[in-house]
């Protein structure tokens, strides 16, 4: 867990659409968090879900049409009351009215009286049939709440429940808990930056059945490249494979082989402002790389060849631009910090995460880490904990060196 998730206080919306039905889901995980989460339902939403449930949930008092009209005297109005409390306004599934709604600050409904009192910006997710989700009308109150500094999170494409397949569908639940942690991120210090994060292990493959690797899961680079994305930056993840799926909101590339990963970095590196290189890149190769299957046979001993990969990320640093950070890691089983600073000097970074591989505090396919980062100037900085805080530490303290 990441200790700025929680603590929060989230308004949270549901309007009339079917995927009203998904949202316990969404309201629970935030509450498990440790946020505190106040759900308003629209008179269309009690169609499909009932205060009952979200109160159960949530242990707070559900927001319901009724509230808005029977008690709007005191320092309890709901619509005030709401929008003082909140940090953060969610709206999910945002109908085509609702967004139409906002648009126009109607203040007819709590919903859009609560629009009108809030200072926040809310974080709209629209679910509609498509055709309704194509009309003009549509995108204009879309573009209208964008320009009110509202988030307006597209739906997905996909069978709508409707029975038409197209684009409306809502977003999966996963991306809507994405959206809201970005939303809620306390610091927004790499907008504007281009971040590479480089992750997983590589396969070097023998022939059809058979590669060398190793057990990176890729959770440190997918930690980080998820922070940087949750404060702001544009964030690509070049991965190698891993059993993490296709990840919301990055632009992901999957290589296998160092070569591969070569190749995609050559054309990728220039632009980006940071490169953190936490993959476990195969330092050998199978000299030959076969098409068919070895047989077994009547071997007892079988030899094979390997040769060199290149070293990525030294190629990084000896064609680094003037002010891009480059971050290493350092995988050691002993002599942690002499071959760390080794790294660091050798393959000119800016910085590199050393880490233990082996015992208890292995980085190696867990979920949490023990690392120490060292600067250019040769400090230390411990840090441990989940791969999620690590990588929030990591960001830190990257983050306050630059200012
Ligand atoms: N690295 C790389 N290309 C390679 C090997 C490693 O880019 N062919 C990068 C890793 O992504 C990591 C850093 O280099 O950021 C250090 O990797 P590590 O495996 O700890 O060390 P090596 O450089 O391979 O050296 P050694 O195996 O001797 O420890």
Redesign the pocket.
Known sequence: MCSWKKGKRILFCITGGIAAYKMPEVVHALVKEGNSVRVLLTKAAEKFVTPFLFATLTGEQVFREEDFLNDITGPSIPHISLAAWADLLVVAPCTANSLKIIARGESHVLLGALFLASPQRGLLFPSMNTHMWEHPQTFLSALECVKLGHKVVEPAEGPLACGTVGKGRMQDNSHVLEEIWRALSPVKDFVGKKVLV?AGPTWEYLDPVRFLSNPSSGRMGYALAREAWYRGAEVTLLSGPVCEGNPYGLRHISVVS?EEMRVQMQSLREEYDILF???????YRFQEKLLHKIKRGNRDVLELSLVR??????EAGAQKKEDQVLV?????TEELFK?ARQ?LLE?KLDYIVANVVGGPESAFGSSRNSVTVIDGAGREYPFAGTKAFVATSILDLLASQRS
């Open positions: 480089t160092a290189m936490a993959a476990a890149v195969g330092d990969n290149p070293d990525l990320l030294a290493g890691f350092a995988a050691e071959n790294k393959k």
